[in-house]
């Protein structure tokens, strides 16, 4: 079960975050990722929870890497199966984008 406002939220943080990077990405907050290990140990990651997936979009999209998206299977969760994400952690990661693509561009 994918919530509408999640749904809502998601995309909209999904496209902030793409007019700031100039990437064309479907869902940063997708939780999977991987990295070449030399491009991981260029970057310091200085977030957790919500901020990471931002934090991390724009310091690669900062180092021209080759992104690729690769379609996952997703169900989601209701509250009572253990969702926990809240309006709360959207305005982390738009903090956490404005951060890092405006604020903390040389870094």
């Given amino acids: 079960m994918v919530y509408f406002w999640h749904m809502v939220g998601n995309r909209l943080l999904t496209l902030f975050s793409?007019?700031?990077t100039n990437l064309n990405l479907t869902d940063?907050?997708?939780?999977?990722?991987v990295f070449?290990?030399?491009?991981?140990?260029?970057?310091?990651?200085e977030e957790d929870r919500f901020g990471f997936e931002p934090e991390i979009v724009a310091k690669l999209a900062r180092t021209r890497?080759?992104?690729?998206?690769?379609?996952i299977s997703y169900y989601g969760r209701t509250y009572d199966q253990g969702k926990k994400i809240s309006w709360k952690d959207g305005v982390a990661a738009a903090y956490a984008i404005v951060k890092y693509n405006v604020f903390r561009r040389g870094h």
């Fill in 18 to 20: 793409n007019m700031l």
């Fill in 28 to 33: 940063i907050e997708a939780c999977y990722k």
């Fill in 36 to 45: 070449r290990c030399d491009l991981l140990n260029s970057i310091t990651i």
């Fill in 65 to 71: 890497a080759r992104i690729y998206e690769v379609g």
